[in-house]
């Protein structure tokens, strides 16, 4: 806000200007208390594909990602300004009730966090509580469905009454998209999913998210440059709560027009 | 520079010493935890010790005729009727059918003192409860007197019996008699008597030469008199001690500061009065009548250590007393009564029924007021509340509450539920209130760290699948946070069931001789609780309160154990069921 004039403006390549957006952000500013974490991004998010956001550590990155849910205002000094506006309606205002939007906005975090419930009770918390079900047959239904999409179907099939967290880690993460696709979400917001992950896991992680990226809009935080060429379309790279570069993916890897990009990029801070 | 070797050397020179720290601090550890058990042990050993004879209790039974002109005045067999029945009447009969000879009023006064005519209010229950029961003759059971118990459980005397061998001839069988020995076997208890009389009689002098040496010394002349006052009848109290010991002819009188002497002869029994013609002769009064007058060689001498002064229970009675024993009317049993009833001035006839009952009644309330509102309070401020001055404002406050001394929430009580409300006293609603308001604090404090301890991805999980802040709460929250809040609030609970201080300005202290009724009723009777029962049992007049006392103390502790043996087990459900 105040100190945004003496601020470099980003640098849209043209593929990421004017394209079919499913997620529009628009002078977007974020304050913790005092501090402001983002200043004033503005950028548009496709559908059923995956955007990753890169850059260090608190560069703002998640802090952008929570607003698309607006699960920043489960803290207490944080403060959101801007327009945020998905398939043009504007969310990030008094009338959108949050937990409404929560059930179109999907999100898996770092951790893997299933309930300490049965495996099934996980995945069918989310219709359970949105109502979604109208039956049992209805509910195991979309239980499978979605343990299925997450690839998690044959592993647990024969064990749904068993606790989610006596999963391996990976396997909790997949039933965590699960959870988040069963309620038929648009967008799923991931924050580092796979960070706490060995090789394996991130692999069939990603291999996930591509098979999931036909049908969903995605958007991925991830601090691996390498995961984010692997898995998106679009890459956003921020840098002290700026969007500094936003373009295809591969453009961004290949011929990044920012120097703070380019050193990034090849490792030269970060 | 130091090289690597000296590098070594020096943390092994370290890692001894850390080593030799962490030994002695585990020695200390042992040591504490050995400590704490053995003071533990002590204590409950000697209240357990102590506790013994309370859990016994000396019953009589006796057959009792229910005549009908005397259970049912009126003779319609109605509640109204029943009740003027003469039932202390009937039992008195019963008793002095067993003791014939005892006749005149001061002799049956002491025979009857051997109950509590409270007995006779159970006789009449039993009428009551069963109209046909009048006309016909039962077996009623009821307590002795706790002095008799006490001496039937050997608590009051020692005493010796010996046969002193020979033939003894009484000339009667009741009322004022004389043994007649043939050889001097009554002399060694002359001799014994002096013996006393004369030990006792030095210990006047004695003190009456210590009066007398400080009596010189002082410089106050009024205290020398009074010092000289006390040794002069000192003094004259030793000289008849001596005189009373003075060998005139082998006789003596006995009385009741020195050691009780019977005799024991053809089924009856004798209370020695006097000894005299040089130890062959005594004198006395039939406490059971003999059989027959002829003479015996089968008879012994009964010794009473403990002088008839020095104790609470007559000679009359305690010879009744083993009599009835010895005939098998007297039975002791493990003490019921001790759990079925309320309390009574009677140490025999209390029990701690209405105060557990009291304390179940406080307890729920104290429960249903302090664990809702408690777990509601620490939910809001922990996820509800912004964080703001007022909520720092109200957290201060609350952890200051729980270090408010308990008597103070008793006076609040006071002030506002009894005097502003008008609420009852000596009620368990208001003592659940009461107890309810100390409790909260403890109750909030441990759920919000409860709370606290759940890990916010739970919460971030529930909220970013959709759910309301209040479904996180209830569906996520709240069940991994029960364990924590329920061991939390059984704490509180724990410590409000063993609080006096509080439940004394409330007039829980009252005595309150019927058990509340269990039911919302019983919530505003009078009633009293286990801490404050024991509190009024360890001020009690009887001896036979003490063992009580301790009783019901083993009591609330098994009761408290109890009630964290369940917490434990429904933390462990509530842990399985994650």
């Known amino acids: 806000m105040a100190d945004s004039g003496n601020r470099t403006s980003t640098v849209y390549h043209d593929a990421a200007r004017n394209l079919a957006a499913k997620i529009t952000l628009d002078g977007v500013d974020v304050f913790y208390g005092q501090k402001q974490a983002v200043h004033s991004v503005a950028m548009q998010i496709p559908d059923r594909s995956v955007t990753a956001f890169i850059g260090p550590s608190g560069c703002g990155k998640s802090t952008i990602l929570r607003t698309i849910n607006r699960m920043n205002e489960t803290i207490d000094i944080a403060r959101t300004f801007g327009s945020i506006r998905i398939d043009g309606e504007e969310i990030n205002s008094k009338e959108v009730d949050p937990v409404l939007l929560r059930a179109r906005v999907g999100m898996v975090f770092q951790k893997p966090n299933p309930f300490p419930k049965s495996i099934f009770d996980n995945v069918a918390y989310g219709p359970r509580i949105h109502g979604l079900a109208t039956s049992k047959t209805e509910l195991s239904d979309i239980v499978e469905t979605s343990l299925r999409k997450a690839g998690l179907w044959d592993e647990v099939a024969d064990r749904l009454d068993q606790p989610g967290n006596g999963l391996s880690g990976g396997q909790q993460q997949r039933l965590v998209i699960a959870r988040a696709i069963a309620v038929s979400p648009e967008v799923i917001l991931m924050d580092e999913p796979c960070s706490a992950l060995d090789p394996i896991a991130t692999a069939r992680i990603e291999e996930l998210i591509d098979e999931l990226r036909e049908n969903y809009c995605i958007v991925i935080v991830t601090h691996s440059m390498a995961q984010a060429a692997r898995v998106s379309q679009m890459t956003a790279f921020f840098h002290m709560g700026d969007l500094v570069e936003y373009g295809p993916t591969e453009d961004i890897f290949t011929n990044p027009h920012q120097s703070r990009t380019q050193d990034y990029i090849t490792g030269r801070f970060g | ?578």
């Not at chain 2, 504490?32 to 506790?51: K, P, T």
């Not at chain 2, 013609?277 to 027959?292: F, I, K, N, S």
């Not at chain 2, 005097?419 to 909030?444: C, D, N, Q």
């Not at chain 2, 509340?516 to 009887?542: K, N, Y």
């Open chain 2, 1 to 578: 520079m130091t090289d690597r070797t000296d590098i070594r050397a020096m943390v092994q020179a370290r890692l001894a010493k850390r080593y030799r720290a962490e030994g002695r601090f585990r020695i200390f550890g042992i040591l504490a935890i050995i400590a704490a058990i053995s003071v533990l042990a002590l204590l409950i050993g000697s209240i357990a010790s102590q506790s013994l004879s309370a859990f016994r209790v000396n019953e009589l039974t006796r057959s009792i005729t229910l005549d009908a002109n005397r259970v049912d005045p009126a003779g319609d067999r109605s509640e109204a009727s029943l009740r003027r029945g003469a039932y202390n009447g009937l039992m008195q009969d019963a008793l002095r059918a067993e003791f014939p000879s005892v006749e005149n009023r001061g002799d049956l006064r002491q025979l009857f003192g051997l109950y509590t005519p409270l007995n006779s209010a159970r006789l009449q229950n039993r009428v009551l409860a069963d109209p046909s029961l009048v006309g016909q003759t039962i077996d009623f059971t009821f307590p002795i007197s706790d002095d008799a118990d006490r001496y039937l459980q050997g608590l009051t005397t020692t005493s010796q019996e010996m046969a002193p061998g020979g033939a003894a001839t009484v000339s009667a069988t009741t009322g004022e008699v004389r043994i007649t020995a043939d050889t001097d076997v009554f002399s060694p208890i002359v001799a014994d008597i002096r013996e006393t009389l004369i030990a006792r009689a030095s210990q006047l002098e004695n003190r009456a030469s210590r009066y007398e040496a400080r009596a010189t010394a002082t410089v106050s002349a009024e205290a020398a008199e009074g010092l000289g006052r006390e040794a002069a009848q000192a003094r004259s109290e030793a000289t008849s001690l001596r005189e009373l010991a003075a060998p005139a002819g082998e006789s003596v009188n006995m009385s009741p500061d020195l050691p009780s002497r019977l005799v024991r002869i053809n089924g009856g029994v004798v209370q020695i009065d006097r000894i005299s013609d040089g130890g062959r002769t005594a004198e006395g009064r039939v406490l059971v009548a003999l059989d027959h007058t002829s003479t015996s060689q089968d008879w012994s001498i009964w010794t009473l250590d403990i002088p008839q002064s020095a104790r609470r229970i007559l000679d009359s009675q305690i010879v009744w007393t083993e009599t009835l024993r010895e005939r098998g009317r007297v039975v002791e049993r493990f003490n019921t009564y001790l759990f079925t009833n309320a309390d009574s001035r009677e140490p025999e006839l209390a029990g701690v029924l209405g105060a557990i009952i009291g304390t179940a009644l406080t307890m729920l309330v104290t429960m249903l007021l302090a664990v809702p509102v408690g777990v509601a309070t620490a939910v809001y401020l922990e996820e509800f509340a912004p964080k703001n001055r007022l909520t720092g404002f109200i957290e201060v406050n609350i952890n200051n509450l729980a270090a408010v001394p308990s008597i103070v929430f008793g006076l609040l009580g006071l002030a506002v539920f009894i005097s502003l409300f008008g609420m009852p006293r000596s009620a368990p609603l208001v003592g659940g209130m009461v107890l309810a308001l100390m409790t909260l604090p403890t109750v909030i404090i441990t759920s919000r760290a409860a709370l606290k301890a759940v890990p916010p991805s739970i919460r971030e999980a529930a909220l970013g699948v959709g759910a309301s802040r209040l479904q996180t709460v209830v569906h996520h929250v709240l069940p991994l946070a029960a364990p924590g809040i329920l061991t939390g609030s059984i704490i509180g609970l724990a410590q409000a069931m063993g609080e006096t201080a509080p439940l004394l300005m409330i007039g829980m202290v009252a005595f309150v001789a019927d058990a509340p009724s269990l039911s919302l009723g019983g919530l505003t009777e009078p009633a009293t609780v286990m801490p404050v029962q024991i509190f009024l049992w360890s001020d009690g007049a009887e001896r036979a309160f003490e063992p009580r006392t301790a009783a019901a103390i083993l009591i609330l502790l098994a009761l408290m154990i109890g009630f964290n043996a369940v917490a434990v087990f429904l933390r462990r459900r509530f842990e399985r069921r994650w």
